[in-house]
């Protein structure tokens, strides 16, 4: 077994010789993943209720080559900046967490405000700032074709659809019809995503919440097929699990004495990082699974997954079936990407992502 521990250093130099690579910034548990929820009832308390009045054909009219102009702007990004991969899944999964899927994330703080805006709370300080190029980007180009039409929400779900599959993922449908929220407050970023230290129980809560089932949780949690963690995500598994001043017994001694040389008790770089596949960092895939039932898990929430009996047949499943994992995962996003959705006049198409009109 390869265990893959970088510096940030080294990044120029993957991002030259591989189509993934290791992100400018930590990615929190299941920010990829995981991360993810479904939609909540505009009217009525039904979390499904959104999913039906979005639709694969919004723009058709509209703006019928969306799609095209948002693929010419990710595929562009992926050559030349691979990170801008899992930081734009990971920007979405953060912006659906918080208020929906509403590009809320997207939003700049109000200069001379008292009230800080999602983007700049402590949990989305380390997003990466390729994630934003994109979206801008993207943006920026649809507005040249079709002013005033299409939302930040959609072109965000759009680009991060179009990055797993630049990875090696599914290329899933995603519906449309999302609208631009002018709401974005950092106090909601803390208690609506889940932590590295998060217990399979309280993330089984956090998705049900959201209208998440277990298999959902387990899919959407194979986001961390790519992307990568700062030591601090997961030190305390090296050397004091759950308080015991010893490492966690569920880590391959392996992977374990690998990290441990990168990632001291105390102080080191900071700028290391470790993949949450070790097998195949770059490449998406089922291979997170197959890690997980053999200890290989980088983060202790995802190897709970496996040691919890509630989520261990799922993770079996989708480790032994790429394909199942691919349909499971498609379906996950479509319910994440419906979050609390606005529609009509609950929100707005604005110009400019970073402001509201």
């Known amino acids: 077994m390869r265990i893959y521990i970088y510096t940030h250093s080294s990044f120029a130099k993957f991002q030259k010789t591989t189509k993934m690579s290791v992100p400018s910034s930590s990615f929190s548990p299941f920010f990829f993943l995981l991360l993810f929820l479904q939609c909540s009832e505009l009217s009525n308390g039904n979390p499904n209720s959104t999913v039906n009045q979005l639709s694969i054909d919004f723009y058709s009219k509209s703006c019928p080559q969306l799609e095209q102009f948002v693929s010419s702007v990710t595929a562009q990004q992926f050559r030349q900046s691979p990170v801008s991969g899992p930081a734009t899944i990971r920007l979405f999964f953060h912006d659906c967490f918080v208020e929906g899927c509403d590009a809320s994330i997207l939003l700049s703080s ?33 507005e040249s074709k079709c002013p005033g039409v299409v939302s930040c929400a959609d072109i965000l779900a759009l680009a991060a659809r179009d990055f797993v599959h630049l990875a ?8 449309k019809g999302r609208r631009d929220g002018r709401v974005s407050i950092a106090s909601g970023v803390k208690p609506n995503l889940p932590r590295a230290n998060s217990t399979i129980d309280e993330l089984l809560k956090l998705f049900a919440s959201k209208g998440l089932s277990q298999a ?8 961390h ?16 699990f759950h308080g015991t001043k010893k490492p966690d017994p569920y880590i391959d001694p392996r992977l374990l004495k690998a990290l441990q040389m990168s990632c001291p008790h105390f102080g080191g770089n900071v700028d290391v990082v470790a993949p949450f596949d070790v097998t195949t960092p770059f490449a998406f895939d089922h291979m997170y699974y197959g890690n997980l039932e053999a200890k290989l898990g980088l983060l202790a929430t995802d190897q709970g997954l496996f040691l919890d009996p509630r989520t261990r047949p799922l ?3 989708l480790g032994k079936d790429k394909a199942q994992f691919f349909q499971a995962f498609s379906l996950g996003m479509e319910k994440m990407g419906s979050i609390e959705v606005k529609l009509g006049n609950q929100g707005e198409i604005r110009r400019d992502c970073n402001k509201t009109l």
């Not at 959902?216 to 986001?223: N, T, W």
């Open 216 to 223: 959902d949780l387990v899919a959407l949690s194979g986001a």
């Open 168 to 175: 090696g993922g599914p290329y899933y449908p995603v519906k």
């Open 225 to 240: 097929t790519i992307g990568f963690s700062h030591c601090d995500q997961f030190v305390s598994r090296l050397y004091d």
């Open 315 to 317: 993770v079996q499943a």
């Open 110 to 142: 109000k200069p001379g405000s008292t009230v800080e805006a999602e983007k700049d709370a402590y949990d989305n300080k380390n997003l990466a700032v390729e994630a934003y190029d994109s979206v801008k980007k993207a943006k920026e180009l649809v």
